[in-house]
C-alpha cells in the first residue's frame, strides 16, 4: 500500500514541481554550455568539472546557513546494501552540488520506509528550500556558456 505521507500538501508539491523544473534546467544547460561527460551511449551532465569551476569563486556569503546546515544534517546515499550514508565530499562547493544531486535522486529513486528516520516532511521541506536556493545563488556565477541556457 501506497504511503499517504508521499503525497504532499499543496505548497510542498510546488517548491517540488519547481526544483525539478529548475534541477533539469541546470543539467540542460550544463550540457549544452560544454559540461558534460561521455557515457557509452548516452551524454551526461558534469557536475564534478561544474564543481571544479564553482571552487574558483568563493561561497556566498548567503549559503552559509545552508552550508553549516548540510555538513551537520547532509543528504543520505543509499547503498547497495541498503543502507543510508552520508554523502562524502572534499570542499564546499562538492558538499553543496553533491547534496543537490542527491535530493534530486532521492526525489525520484529515494527508497525511504515508515520505520526509517530519514522520513519527516520538515527535513525534506528544508532540503528542497536549500536546493531552490543553491541554484538560484549559483545563477549569479555560472559561466556565460552554461548561464545563457538558464535564461
Not at 510542498?12 to 540542460?28: C, D, G, N, T
Not at 553549516?68 to 547497495?80: F, S
Request: charged share 30%.
Amino acid at each position: 500500500m501506497a504511503n499517504p505521507y508521499w503525497y504532499p500538501e499543496q505548497e510542498q508539491a510546488e517548491k517540488v514541481m519547481y526544483f525539478i523544473l529548475w534541477f533539469s534546467r541546470y543539467e540542460y544547460a550544463l550540457k549544452n554550455g560544454g559540461y558534460y561527460k561521455k557515457g557509452k551511449d548516452k551524454l551526461e551532465p558534469d557536475w564534478h568539472t561544474f564543481v571544479q569551476y564553482l571552487e574558483k569563486h568563493s561561497l556566498p556569503e548567503s549559503l552559509s546557513g545552508e552550508l553549516d546546515y548540510l555538513k551537520k544534517e547532509p543528504p543520505k546515499m543509499q547503498m547497495v546494501d541498503k543502507n543510508w550514508i552520508s554523502i562524502p565530499y572534499k570542499t564546499d562547493w562538492d558538499l553543496l552540488i553533491r547534496s543537490l544531486t542527491n535530493v534530486r535522486n532521492n526525489l525520484f529513486h529515494g527508497g525511504k520506509h515508515e520505520d526509517s528516520k530519514l522520513l519527516s516532511k520538515e527535513r525534506d521541506r528544508i532540503l528542497i528550500d536549500i536546493s531552490l536556493k543553491l541554484m538560484q545563488e549559483m545563477r549569479l556565477i555560472c559561466p556565460p556558456e552554461v548561464h545563457d541556457f538558464l535564461i
